[in-house]
């Protein structure tokens, strides 16, 4: 008995598929097609085919609209069962809406950069060719770049998600390390130190350091407090910088919870790590695409691409913009003083018998009184040009260096090499144009009095 299943996996029936699909259609067709039907009768029956369900051979149930209805009546009238036969379009793989050109385009910047995603992509393809919006679907074009090779992405690990109930209650931070970048005339790989918000993926603070030491979390976490307000809780990973007791010390200060996230498993942080992925793919690839830059103007670019991010539609905000979602219920603020005195870092140093205190090769000298006693130095790693000495939890007294080596912690840096790329350079100038647009859009907005009002 013939088996209508098998022309799916026997080749030998690949011809005897379309013919089958032709005997098919004309089954549910063929009542229509008795010229001695009444009108009301005819009407009748196309309103039953459209209704129903039906068994096809091997898609399963399907059902038929009434411009498909009408279509194969209208071939099998014309042509009979082959006007029944399915036609292969010849246009297969090609083009259609999207311009070829644009295709072509999106292949050479992939080839230049391959972890450039479909939306980077897109992105710079309109800011190359702004007549082509409406005409670059995503899906089409990551189907067209699939269909000449374009590698399918891994899939993560699942892992249960969870959401903040409002803006500031829980702060995810971490850091990401990117490319090279000019520090004092050396290159050293750029230490992208973020925190952002849990409840609505607001990014409170991004930015490249020369390294990651405690003192660049600092200063990144007080501009976020300083902006934002104080979080009640913030999670961080299990890193030295996060779990030494200077910065447990600070937010113990601040009345912040910190939280770590379970070892070896990134996804708690999956809110700042997706960011992160975002960032990689749609920013810093262009960034190593460009030789190393000071500082300066990478920071300058990262604020321009945030001012973009912030106003995107976000698939798991219900398609809300980070900006609208972040509408804090309680502002909790901080001080400058306040912050500057939590994130004082300390040490343990004896007092010489002459009053001297040494400190990163720096001397300081305070009353003989306290000569040969142990004390807690707390200071600024940024400005070691003054110390607090602290004992029993009490303040005692500031030293000022007679004998300064070091105004800061010192630092190593390491030098490497980069390439150029001219697409890269032109979305970066593109994101510095939108922000100082969208500053001047905001400037304009603004009411100025009236002078000759005023006056009288």
């Not at 080749?11 to 005897?16: A, E, G, H, S, T």
């Not at 042509?79 to 083009?95: E, F, T």
């Not at 975002?278 to 262009?286: A, Q």
């Not at 500057?340 to 040494?358: A, L, M, Y």
Request: proline letters at 6%; hydrophobic letters at 35%; aromatic letters at 8%.
């Amino acid at each position: 008995m013939f088996d209508p299943n098998s022309i799916l996996v026997d080749p030998k029936f690949r011809q005897d598929r379309q013919m089958l699909e032709a005997a098919f259609r004309f089954q549910l067709v063929a009542p229509l097609m008795d010229p001695t039907l009444s009108k009301s009768r005819r009407q009748e029956i196309r309103s039953r085919l459209l209704a129903t369900t039906h068994e096809h051979p091997w898609r399963g149930l399907i059902t038929l609209s009434e411009r498909t209805l009408r279509r194969w009546c209208a071939n099998f009238s014309k042509d009979c069962l082959p006007g029944l036969v399915a036609k292969r379009r010849n246009d297969n793989g090609r083009c259609r809406i999207m311009p070829a050109e644009a295709v072509e385009a999106a292949q050479k910047l992939l080839e230049e950069e391959p972890r450039r995603t479909v939306a980077a992509l897109v992105e710079m393809l309109l800011e190359r060719k702004p007549e082509w919006k409406g005409l670059l679907a995503r899906s089409t074009l990551d189907r067209h770049l699939r269909r000449v090779g374009k590698p399918l992405r891994k899939k993560s690990d699942a892992y249960l998600s969870f959401e903040a109930a409002d803006p500031d209650d829980l702060w995810q931070g971490d850091i990401l390390h990117g490319s090279l970048a000019l520090h004092e005339g050396k290159e050293v790989k750029a230490k992208w130190v973020c925190w952002i918000d849990d409840h609505s993926r607001l990014v409170l603070d991004l930015q490249a350091f020369p390294d990651e030491r405690f003192p660049v979390i600092e200063a990144s976490l007080k501009r976020a407090i300083l902006k934002h307000g104080r979080p009640r809780r913030i999670l961080v990973d299990n890193g030295k910088v996060y779990s030494g007791h200077s910065f447990t010390l600070a937010c113990s200060q601040l009345g912040i919870h910190k939280i770590h996230s379970a070892p070896y498993h990134p996804q708690s942080k999956g809110k700042v790590e997706n960011f992160f992925q975002f960032l990689r793919r749609n920013f810093l690839n262009e960034i190593e695409n460009l030789p190393p830059m000071p500082f300066e103007r990478l920071n300058r670019l990262a604020a321009a691409w945030l001012d973009t991010y912030h106003d995107r539609p976000h698939k798991s905000l219900d398609k809300a913009t980070p900006r609208q979602r972040y509408q804090p219920r309680l502002h909790r603020p901080v001080t400058l003083q306040v912050l500057e005195e939590s994130f004082w870092q300390w040490d343990v140093r004896t007092i010489s018998p002459q009053g001297r205190i040494e400190f990163y090769k720096g001397y300081y000298f305070v009353d003989l009184s306290l000569a040969n006693q142990k004390v807690i130095v707390r200071y600024d790693p940024c400005d070691l040009s003054r110390i607090i000495l602290w004992r029993d939890g009490q303040k005692l007294v500031e030293a000022t260096a007679t004998q300064l080596v070091h105004k800061a912690k010192p630092r190593r840096d390491q030098p490497v090499s980069k390439k150029s790329s001219d697409a890269a350079e032109r979305f970066m100038h593109s994101l510095e144009k939108a922000q100082q647009e969208r500053i001047q859009r905001e400037v304009n907005l603004i009411q100025l009095p009236d002078e000759e009002a005023d006056a009288s």
